[in-house]
């Protein structure tokens, strides 16, 4: 070869030299696309699946409290220890795609809606180079999904006082509730004698709550105690307070009511008797426990449902004051 044609060939293959390395590059970056693609795609998988796996834990442990009647003595850490089990569990099965994946709960706390439990994570995922970090906050509703989330409350109160049965959506007190109320020395005790009250968790729709009274027959009363539905409160006991056998805390929370039996089966002739918000029942620190005037509802001229309520819930639910 001449040194003239050497000359010739030489910018040949100066370009194919930087066409090969402009390829080489390519595919680094494809290859980049591709992983942060997937580790998008992955970050948000496990998202998604913390919220669903976060309310299997609340129902989980609320369940386990309602059948053992022992309530826990940290829910937000142990809620927050379980919940951390479960997410490991689920991001260990992303290493066989040599990916690493990992989802930290860093706290389980009250949300600012006593119907929601609030939970903060970080989630890391990591391929290669490329690593994503992100940083999130989310609300579990205790009221809205596929199954139901239970109260844990009346079990931690009751249990040891006597057999609880469910019945539809309802806890059956039996005797249970009149002898937890006797042994706190509250008076007319008798008249929560095979009380019934909501087993889950329901958000009232009766809002603004004075609709309760708004007509004169009392239907949608009628309708809230039919569903046993829950309203918000700051008397009430918030749910994570509630798994910890707390009938009164500081927290926003809610409220239900208890439901006496109707007098027909019982001899209890006081219009008088514990107020039925259930923070009223359960409040057994000191002397929580009030009473409430008689409110009585007629069907059919029977004597379908009464309640017992004070003033202040009557005011809050658009109910004649006495
Ligand atoms: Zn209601
Ligand atoms: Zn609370």
Same mark, same amino acid.
């Given at each position: 070869?001449?040194?003239?044609?050497? *000359?010739?060939? %030489?910018?040949?293959?100066?370009?194919?030299?930087?066409?090969?390395?402009?390829?080489? &590059?390519?595919?680094?970056?494809?290859?980049?696309? %591709?992983?942060?693609?997937?580790?998008?795609?992955?970050?948000?998988?496990?998202?998604?699946?913390? %919220?669903?796996?976060?309310?299997?834990?609340?129902?989980?442990?609320? /369940?386990?409290?309602?059948? #053992?009647?022992?309530?826990? #003595?940290? #829910?937000?850490?142990? $809620?927050?220890?379980?919940? &951390? &089990?479960?997410?490991?569990?689920?991001?260990?099965?992303?290493?066989?795609?040599?990916?690493?994946?990992?989802?930290?709960?860093?706290?389980?706390?009250?949300? @600012?809606? =006593?119907?929601?439990?609030? +939970?903060?994570?970080?989630?890391?995922?990591?391929?290669?180079?490329?690593?994503?970090?992100?940083?999130?906050?989310?609300?579990?509703?205790?009221?809205?999904? #596929?199954?139901?989330? @239970?109260?844990? /409350? =009346?079990?931690?109160?009751?249990?040891?006082?006597?057999?609880?049965?469910?019945?539809?959506?309802?806890?059956?007190?039996?005797?249970? /509730?009149?002898?937890?109320?006797?042994?706190?020395?509250?008076?007319? +005790?008798?008249?929560?004698?095979?009380?019934?009250?909501?087993?889950?968790?329901?958000?009232?729709?009766?809002?603004? @709550?004075? /609709?309760?009274?708004?007509?004169?027959?009392?239907?949608?009363?009628?309708?809230? $105690?039919?569903?046993?539905?829950?309203?918000?409160?700051?008397?009430?006991?918030? +749910?994570?307070?509630?798994?910890?056998?707390?009938?009164?805390?500081?927290?926003?929370?809610?409220?239900?009511?208890?439901?006496?039996? =109707?007098?027909?089966?019982?001899?209890?002739?006081?219009?008088?008797?514990?107020?039925?918000?259930?923070?009223?029942? !359960?409040?057994?620190?000191?002397?929580?426990?009030?009473?409430?005037?008689?409110?009585?509802? !007629?069907?059919?001229?029977?004597? @379908?449902?009464? *309640?017992?309520?004070?003033?202040?819930?009557?005011?809050?639910?658009?109910? =004649?004051?006495?």
């Amino acid at each position: 070869m001449s040194i003239f044609s050497f *000359l010739l060939i %030489l910018p040949v293959f100066i370009l194919l030299i930087v066409m090969v390395d402009v390829v080489g &590059q390519e595919n680094e970056i494809q290859q980049s696309t %591709l992983n942060s693609h997937e580790i998008l795609v992955v970050s948000q998988d496990v998202e998604v699946n913390s %919220l669903i796996i976060g309310r299997e834990v609340l129902r989980d442990e609320s /369940l386990k409290v309602i059948n #053992s009647g022992h309530p826990l #003595s940290n #829910s937000r850490k142990e $809620i927050k220890d379980e919940f &951390q &089990q479960r997410m490991d569990l689920f991001c260990s099965r992303y290493p066989a795609n040599g990916m690493e994946v990992k989802c930290e709960i860093l706290r389980v706390d009250n949300s @600012y809606d =006593p119907f929601s439990v609030e +939970f903060k994570s970080k989630i890391t995922v990591e391929k290669g180079a490329l690593k994503h970090k992100l940083n999130m906050s989310h609300n579990i509703s205790l009221t809205n999904g #596929s199954y139901p989330i @239970y109260d844990p /409350l =009346p079990s931690v109160k009751c249990k040891t006082h006597g057999n609880m049965t469910i019945g539809g959506d309802r806890i059956v007190y039996g005797s249970s /509730l009149a002898k937890y109320l006797e042994s706190r020395g509250v008076k007319n +005790f008798k008249a929560y004698e095979n009380a019934t009250s909501p087993l889950s968790i329901k958000k009232c729709p009766y809002d603004p @709550y004075i /609709l309760h009274g708004n007509s004169k027959d009392l239907v949608n009363l009628k309708n809230c $105690i039919e569903n046993g539905f829950y309203h918000e409160s700051s008397d009430g006991s918030c +749910f994570l307070c509630r798994l910890e056998g707390k009938g009164v805390c500081s927290h926003y929370g809610m409220e239900t009511f208890i439901i006496p039996a =109707p007098s027909l089966s019982l001899s209890n002739n006081s219009s008088k008797a514990p107020s039925s918000s259930d923070h009223v029942i !359960f409040n057994d620190t000191g002397d929580g426990t009030y009473s409430g005037q008689e409110i009585l509802y !007629f069907f059919d001229g029977k004597e @379908y449902f009464k *309640l017992y309520l004070d003033n202040s819930h009557r005011s809050k639910y658009g109910l =004649p004051v006495c």
